[in-house]
C-alpha cells in the first residue's frame, strides 16, 4: 500500500542539484508494452504535454483514445496529426471544461454511458495565468478550480466508472504534477477553512499560485490512494521535468523576460514530446510502489 504523505513538505533538494539531474537525465522512449484493447482518457490532450502523452499512448497500441479538451475544433486537428504518426486507432474528442462543474458531470456521465472500459486517465489539463481571475459560478480563484478543485471531481467520478467496468486489471490514474511543488512558500496553508483563504481577494503571485494548486493535488492523491484499494486503481501523480515548449506558459510570453527565459528554457529543459516519456511511464510501467505517491524523473520520491 502506499506510503502516507505529511501536510509538511520534506526539505527539497537543492536548485543547483534539480537543474543539474534536469540537464543530465534523458528518459527513454517506452517500449515493450502494449496497451492493445484497452481505453485512455487524456485532459488537456490537444497542445503540448497532454498531445504528446496521448500520441506516445496510442504508439503502443492503444485502442481508444478519448481526448478531453475545451475547445472541440483544436481537439479535432490534434486528433487528425495524430492518427497520421501511429498506429490505427480509434481516437475520439469530447468536450470538457474544468471551469464549469457541470462539464465535468456531463464527461464522467458519457464515460459511464459509452465506454466499455476505462483503463488509463492522465489528469493533465490545468491553467498558470498571469492574471488572477476568479471563477463566474463558484467564485473561487481560477488557478485553484481548474487545477484542483474541478481535477479532483473528475478523478472521483472517473474512479467510479473504471470500477463499475471491472477490468482484469487496475485501472492507471497519473495526475500531471511538477518538482515545483517542494518549493512553494504555500503560505496559506494556516488559514482555516483553506478554500477561504485561497479565495481572499487581492494580489498574489499566480506562478506559485499554480504551484500550490500541484501540492493540493499531492494531498489529494496520497488521500484518495488511502481510500483505493491498488488492485482497483494505481493512483499517482508525475512530473515531465521543466518544458521549454508547454502551452501552460504561453500567457507568459508576453512578460518582458520573455526572450531570456525562452532561451534559458531552451538550454537546461526538455520539449514536450521528451517530458512525455515521463508521463506515459508513470502510466503503464510502475506499479504498487507508486499508489498514492510522486514520481520524479520516473523514480518515486517523498
Known amino acids: 500500500m502506499a506510503t502516507k504523505l505529511g501536510t509538511t513538505p520534506v526539505q527539497p533538494p537543492g536548485l543547483i542539484a534539480f537543474f543539474r539531474q534536469q540537464y543530465t537525465f534523458k528518459p527513454e522512449e517506452v517500449r515493450g508494452v502494449s496497451l ?37 475544433d483544436k481537439g479535432k486537428v490534434a486528433a487528425a496529426k495524430m492518427l497520421l504518426s501511429s498506429p490505427p486507432g480509434t481516437v475520439e474528442v469530447w468536450h470538457l471544461d474544468l471551469n464549469v462543474y457541470e462539464s465535468v458531470v456531463a464527461f464522467a456521465e458519457r464515460a459511464r454511458r459509452e465506454l466499455t472500459r476505462l483503463d488509463i486517465v492522465n489528469l493533465n489539463a490545468g491553467i498558470a495565468p498571469t492574471q488572477r481571475k476568479f471563477n463566474d459560478s463558484t467564485g473561487h480563484d481560477e488557478i485553484i478550480q481548474v487545477n484542483y478543485l474541478s481535477t479532483s471531481l473528475l478523478a472521483i467520478l472517473l474512479l467510479q466508472v473504471a470500477k463499475d467496468k471491472k477490468a482484469s486489471q487496475p485501472s492507471r490514474f497519473t495526475f500531471t504534477s511538477s518538482e515545483l511543488i517542494a518549493w512553494t512558500k504555500f503560505r496559506e496553508r494556516a488559514g482555516s477553512p483553506l478554500l477561504t483563504e485561497l479565495d ?54 508576453k512578460d518582458f523576460l520573455s526572450p ?23 502510466l503503464v510501467q510502475h506499479g504498487e510502489e507508486t499508489h498514492g505517491q510522486f514520481l520524479s524523473f520516473q523514480k518515486v520520491v517523498p
Open 200 to 253: 481572499k481577494r487581492g494580489k498574489v503571485d499566480t506562478m506559485d499560485r499554480m504551484v500550490v494548486s500541484k501540492l493540493m493535488i499531492q494531498f489529494f492523491v496520497a488521500k484518495m490512494a488511502e481510500l483505493v484499494d491498488p488492485s482497483v486503481a494505481i493512483i499517482n501523480a508525475s512530473s515531465p521535468g521543466g518544458l521549454c515548449d508547454s502551452e501552460l506558459y504561453r500567457d507568459r510570453d
Open 36 to 72: 492493445s484493447g484497452k481505453t485512455a482518457i487524456v485532459t488537456g490532450a490537444n497542445t503540448g504535454l497532454g498531445f504528446e502523452t496521448a500520441r506516445q499512448l496510442l504508439s503502443l497500441g492503444l485502442s481508444k483514445l478519448i481526448l478531453a479538451v475545451r475547445n472541440e
Open 260 to 282: 531570456l527565459m525562452k532561451l534559458v528554457l531552451k538550454l537546461l529543459f526538455n520539449t514536450c514530446a521528451i517530458g512525455a516519456r515521463m508521463m506515459t511511464d508513470a
